[in-house]
């Protein structure tokens, strides 16, 4: 950060990108800070988790009352708090410059931009400072390891703390135990979440978040055999340890309220000094389902009819397939099928028939009205997950979630990426249609909220096939043109001319499917765009490797999902069943069959990450992680079109 120092007058137009380990600093310490303004629809977020779940798997990043970027933090603008946090840095010398630095690294891991948290905090020197630096420094190295799902890795490095930690703050001491569950959380080791849970209660003086805390560690318990709870229980050192075991035992292993109550009663005198609440006592005697989380029956509420009739299906069949590979046929809950129907308005009608008739969890709608419908509707029971995003509420219930291949949320990545890249002035090329327009909106929105500038943006008709009016109008090849013809009208000669595009381009932005975009590209070449690097959404690609028809899309980064980039160098057993037994639609449905597979995966991890800022769930359509909305935000893969093949240029 010190060599940048001389660049903190430069303005944001004057973003320079450099090598690997400065990238992010460079344009960062470049950038003034942008002013806050209302999150487009969809922009990924880390913000504060549902109110019932108070303790969260980290600590979030704090901001001083008087913390100039405190209102970018609160609104879950990360990135531009980072932003506008490091031109302060820029101005101080240690130990406050590294103190901010790691502050801005958590900034940007809480925002979910991990390559760029990964570059500062390597960049951050911490040497010959105090001790809390290096414990803060190698709790965000831990965290960033989960973010980059490698929590065995995370686990090494908390384990180097071990001796440290008990003589750091308390506030430390929280972040360590709460990182330290998320990362067994992550390794399904649930005996040591629960050891970890009981070192966090120690730390805890707030009634509501000791008994939060309890509940989650005697959940976390009851995903263990009875046999393995019997041998933790035999071999616990610890006393309020081996009481834990027991009880989990009791509440995994009784057949009935009398055998429950008589078990407990033994446990009671055995361990009266237990530090138990009463009332998850008597959750264990009431057997309430909502303790364990599990469905027993699923309502799926999908248009079986009409124009999304198709691409419902295979939603539907590749969560049957998920369904049917599980190998955990011990909770496996039973199916019951419901239509949507063409009219959102009568969703709640069917909602209501579905719980009704016994459903604890539902699935569906997908009708965009339909699923804000639904989210409005007062008497919602049990856990409910859509499979599109409905319009945001200022209020979300606690358990009403949503699932969605959102092109605007694609779009966002776009601007994200590309900005990130170093870019600064983008043009623009749509479709001239609704779904266009919401894309450009989408992407106009977060690349400006980011001090982009649009240069230029044009449309297309869809049902052409020839785009170089809209080009040339991109490109002002018309404006070289005219000047050429007026300049030949005033001279009256026969003149040599080669039309010039315009040099202000740093990147274009081409929403497009396969079809549209295989035309794009070439007549993009053809008027001396060749070397304007293009980015685009998984739209441009069919999920499918088809080398011939897209050797003309080489050069184009687009976003996509592990579903379709991974599946084509890698085995994926449960895609290559869905590929032999629907060969036509899951070529052309692709996509869905993939979201149709998360539908199936993500519920028994919905309890875990609404727990967890930092926590994810390496799902087929990208890894998935709550926002403050309850909406599953997905981060891709990003790939290059080379010899027309996509490939997989970073993880993330």
Known sequence: ????????????????????????????????????????????????????????????????????AKDLIDNGRYLDAALLLTNIANTLSAPQKQ??????????????????????????????????????????????????????????QLNRLNTEISSTSLERQTQFRLLQIDVYSALADYANVARARAALEKLLDDPVEILENQETLLRDLQELSPTDLTSLSDNARDEIMRGWFTLAYIAVSAADIEQATHQLAIWQKRFSDHPVQSSIVDTILSKQPEALGRPKQIAFILPMKGRIAKPARAIKNGFLAAYYADPNITHRPSIKMYDEGSDPNQITAIYQTAIDEGADFVIGPLNKTAVANLASYSNLQGGVLTLNYGDLLETVPDNFFQLSLSPEQEALHVAEHAWLDGHKKAASIVPDSAWGTRVYNAFKGRWEELGGIIVENQTYNTRKSDYGVPIKLLLNIDESEQ????????????????????????????????????????????????????????????????????????GVKFSDMPWTLQGATQANQLKSQIAKTWPKASQRYVRFFALGVDAFNIIPEINRLRRSKFGTFQGETGVLFLDVNNRFQRRLLWAQFQKGKPKILAEY
């Not at 960049?123 to 965000?140: A, G, P, R, V």
């Not at 053809?526 to 080398?547: C, E, K, Q, W």
């Open 1 to 68: 950060m010190d060599k940048l120092l001389q660049y903190n007058n430069m303005n944001q137009t004057t973003i320079i990108k450099y090598t690997a380990l400065l990238i992010l600093v460079s344009f960062i310490a470049s950038c003034a800070a942008p002013q806050p303004s209302k999150r487009a629809p969809g922009e990924p977020t880390r913000e504060a988790p549902v109110e019932d779940s108070r303790i969260t798997q980290e600590t979030p990043v704090q901001a001083p009352k008087d913390d100039p």
């Open 483 to 554: 000047r050429f013809r007026a300049l030949r009208q005033t001279v009256n000669t026969k003149l040599e001319f080669e039309p010039r595009r315009r040099k202000d381009v740093d990147f274009i932005f081409m929403a497009a499917f396969s079809r549209q975009g295989r035309l794009l590209r070439p007549q993009l070449r053809f008027h001396r765009a060749s070397d304007i690097p293009v980015y685009a959404t998984s739209h441009v690609y069919t999920g499918s490797l088809n080398p011939d028809m897209d050797r003309d899309m080489n």
């Open 99 to 156: 103190d901010y630095q790691l502050r801005i690294a958590a900034l940007l891991l809480q925002g979910n931009y991990i390559q760029q948290a990964e570059e500062i905090l390597n960049e951050t020197n911490i040497t010959n400072l105090d001790q809390d630096f290096f414990i803060q420094k190698s709790i965000l190295a831990a965290q960033l390891s989960m973010a980059k799902l490698l929590p065995q890795q995370a686990l090494s």
